[in-house]
Nanobody
């Protein structure tokens, strides 16, 4: 069982920055693949960024060059640095863990609101 706790969401003006954190517990973090997803009102949940256990990264086209995903295995934490935010980035952001045996776990989400 993996527990994920997100933090760092909030209200920010367009052009601003936020850093989300997701602390994981209950598994061997170093072997987990970790991802950030988001869900805007009335829309499906979508991938934002992903980082594998070997630190390979993947980004949605809409956030490339603005968002950076990183992990600190010593702190069992994955981060999402979000720069140059715009109102289209407004959503609930969820952390996801995929264990080495394919189990998937989600956090409860943190709300990011970007005002014009």
């Amino acid at each position: 069982q993996v527990q994920l706790v997100e933090s760092g969401g909030g209200l920010v003006q367009a052009g601003g920055s936020l850093r989300l954190s997701c602390v994981a517990s209950g598994s061997i973090f170093t072997t987990n693949h970790m991802g950030w997803f988001r869900q805007a009102p009335g829309k499906q949940r979508e991938l934002v960024a992903y980082i594998t256990s070997r630190h390979n990264t993947l980004y949605a086209d809409s956030v490339k060059g603005r968002f950076t995903i990183a992990r600190d295995n010593a702190k069992t934490t994955v981060y999402l640095q979000m720069n140059d935010l715009n109102p289209e980035d407004t959503a609930v952001y969820y952390c996801k863990a995929v264990t080495r045996v394919g189990e998937e776990y989600w956090g409860e989400g943190t709300l990011v609101t970007v005002s014009p």
